[in-house]
């Protein structure tokens, strides 16, 4: 620890994070700072050209709601997300983002993201809030909007943030160590707006041996947003409501392209489509089990019934979708040869445009998607406010979006402010407002960062940062590198040791109690009061260990933290599922001892960590206008 300096960069506006949220945000406080002469700061693990969820790059934007084209009404909007969520959901957060997302989707075609037309110049729907790109360079593309309106100057790349700032219950920055060099970062800020993204590999993933790391999500967005805001001291929502997506067996290669645009439909190993053979059961999750889409978890859950009876394998018909639509153009020879070429072209187009590695599986299996069917499942859980999970920050709607019934429940300054002041969250970050996806979460974050200034003028004073927490920061956070050294050699395989544990025999053991305890891929989702407690029991054990974290590097010291912030997010999502006393989300997670759902449970499962203890609390869900 002796060779490390430490840095220091005080700023107005901190912005942890340069993912979708964080350049949304970077690109609004930029403006608003510059009017008010202000500094902002952004912070990100990796480089922004090519980080979190969008690194690869995406084949379609997910929300785009088209209020001014008139294609859709904003309750349009908040019915398709409510019912998707089984009820749970603030509407106020919903529409606060929906009523700007199409400007960020102009920003994006503005800035040179190729969004596909028709011969109209109409922009192409993979579904009805769906648009189709040619995405490989998405993100290339939003983070150079980032970077000219902040400047390099102001933005730190490859900094790991570890833990928030505080003093006392005011936070005041945020502490990292750079993952290149010898360096701690100590960034003092009157603000800060938390886009670290969701979690990914807190439970076991279907990949392992060769294919171990693959995941849907990004392995790299670690629990680090739940872990500052709830570190930080910020009431947490919807920590039970994990996002579990059907995606292409192994490669995790995403399916609303087939579903949507090639209509394509899914069958088991005995060529039944289980949406229509399971139909009855929607039934038993009224009112939602009647409403159009099926809301994705009762889609998977509907799924899971066939794989639970042995009806597997599940298989996306790509073949037989391809032929439907090519069908129409067989009086045309020549057309239809060259719509059967467009189709296989759009079908790679597809995964070589945001999961590269399932376009590799397929070219490696020999698959031809216009000739085999290919295989899907359920993917491990995830924690992603932005997709069709809600976990995230419970934060401050807008005060305009309030209604009287809803205004002292959901509304407290300013928008997508945490219960922190100070503290503004946006994508993954913030919770209960699902279905923001790419361009939702940089609508979120312009949204958060527009507020997060008017926060830092309303409250000029200089944060006062108390030494002697910096300090015991840098040793608690850096001590795996002491560890390390302390007792290498020790054992003649470094990777097994009697006196520490390596960041990824950690993760092991992480993943192992959540898949048996939590309702993992291993105990086909199923969970109940006393697994639940049990795996608790068992995280009590981890987190002791947690204090012999070792790391030879730089690199493994970020893998050791990753995993602390994991744990995190582990514990907040097993108390959650314990307090809510229902099965509401059927194919997330289903409790074999509460079985259905329950009237009085249609509300919000919140908690907080104050003092060193979980304090869980239940709020009201309050739907906005119906009118809206
Ligand atoms: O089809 C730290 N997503 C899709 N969205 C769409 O709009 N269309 C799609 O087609 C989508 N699909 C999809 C999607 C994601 C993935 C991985 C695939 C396919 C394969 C979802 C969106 O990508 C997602 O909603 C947004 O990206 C969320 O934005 P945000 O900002 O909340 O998260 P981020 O972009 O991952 O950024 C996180 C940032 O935090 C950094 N970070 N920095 C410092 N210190 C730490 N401790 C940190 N921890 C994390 C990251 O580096 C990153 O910059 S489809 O499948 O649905
Ligand atoms: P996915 O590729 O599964 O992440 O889905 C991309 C988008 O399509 C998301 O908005 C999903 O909610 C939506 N979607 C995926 N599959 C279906 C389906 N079978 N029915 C309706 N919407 C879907």
Not at 47 to 75: C, F, H, P, W
């Amino acid at each position: 620890m002796a060779d490390f300096q430490t840095k220091e960069v005080s700023t107005d506006l901190l912005i942890i994070g340069g993912g979708m949220a964080a350049c949304g945000a970077a690109v609004e406080a930029a403006y608003w700072a510059k009017k008010n002469g202000l500094k902002v700061t952004l912070v990100d693990k990796a480089a922004v050209d090519r980080s979190g969820a969008v690194a690869m790059g995406l084949s379609a934007i997910n929300q785009y709601v088209g209020l001014k084209d008139g294609e859709n009404t904003m309750r349009d909007y908040l019915d398709y997300v409510r019912n998707d969520l089984m009820g749970i959901t603030r509407e106020d957060l919903v529409a606060s983002i929906a009523r700007h997302v199409d400007s960020s989707v102009h920003l994006f075609e503005k800035w040179g993201l190729p969004i596909w037309t028709d011969e109209e110049g109409k922009y192409v729907h993979e579904g009805r809030w769906q648009l189709m790109i040619n995405g490989e360079s998405y993100k290339v593309v939003v983070a150079e909007a980032a970077k000219n309106a902040l400047g390099m100057d102001n933005i730190y790349e490859r900094i790991f943030i570890t833990e928030p700032l505080m003093n006392g219950d005011k936070c005041v920055g945020a502490v990292g160590f750079s993952v290149r060099e010898n360096v701690f970062y100590v960034f003092k800020a009157k603000s800060v707006l938390v886009a670290l993204g969701g979690a990914v590999h807190v439970f076991k993933p279907r990949s392992s041996g060769e294919g171990l790391g693959r995941a849907w999500y990004p392995p790299w967005n670690s629990g680090s947003s739940a872990y500052f805001t709830l570190k930080a001291g910020c009431e947490m929502t919807c920590q039970e409501v994990r996002f579990i997506p059907v995606r292409f067996k192994d490669a995790y290669g995403p399916v609303g392209a087939w579903f949507l645009l090639f209509k394509s439909r899914a069958t088991n190993g005995l060529d039944e489509n289980y949406m229509q053979t399971r139909a009855d059961e929607l039934q038993n999750w009224q009112p939602y089990g009647k409403v159009k889409p099926v809301p994705a978890n009762l889609r998977n859950w509907l799924m899971l019934l066939d794989v639970m009876e042995g009806k597997g394998p599940i298989f996306m018909r790509t073949e037989e979708a391809i032929a439907n639509i090519a069908d129409k153009y067989k009086e045309d020879p020549k057309g239809y040869k060259k719509k059967m070429k467009e189709l296989e072209s759009e079908a790679w187009e597809d995964f070589l445009d945001m999961t590269i590695s399932q376009a590799i599986l397929w070219a490696g299996m020999n698959v031809a998607p216009e000739e085999a069917k290919s295989e899907i499942a359920a993917a491990e859980p995830y924690f992603i406010g932005s997709h069709s999970g809600a976990s995230g920050a419970w934060v401050s709607g807008p005060e305009d979006l309030q209604t009287p019934e809803t205004k002292d429940e959901y509304f407290w300054g300013y928008a997508h402010m945490a219960t922190v002041p100070g503290i503004f969250c946006a994508g993954d970050a913030s919770g209960a407002s699902s279905h923001k996806f790419s361009s939702g979460s940089h609508a979120e974050g312009r949204i958060a960062a527009k507020a997060a200034i008017a926060y830092c003028v309303d409250n000029p004073a200089e944060p006062t940062v108390d030494q002697s927490v910096v300090d015991d920061l840098k040793a608690k956070i850096l001590a795996p590198l002491d560890t390390f050294a302390k007792h290498k050699g020790y054992s003649s395989d470094d990777t097994i040791h009697p006196e520490y544990i390596l960041p990824k025999m950690f993760m092991f053991r992480l993943q192992k109690i959540m898949d048996e305890y939590a309702g993992g891929v291993s105990s086909q989702f199923k969970t109940s009061k006393a697994l639940l407690e049990r795996g608790l029991y068992l995280l009590d054990f981890l987190r002791e260990d947690a204090e012999k974290l070792a790391a030879p590097d730089l690199h493994e010291l970020m893998r050791c933290w990753e995993n602390v912030h994991r744990m995190w997010q582990a514990e907040a999502h097993i108390r959650t599922i314990l307090f809510r006393q229902e099965t509401r989300w059927p194919g997330y997670y289903f409790r074999s001892d509460t079985p259905g759902m329950k009237d009085d449970w249609l509300a919000f499962a919140n908690c907080t960590w104050k003092n060193g203890e979980w304090v869980m609390t239940k709020r009201p869900v309050k739907y906005i206008h119906e009118s809206m």
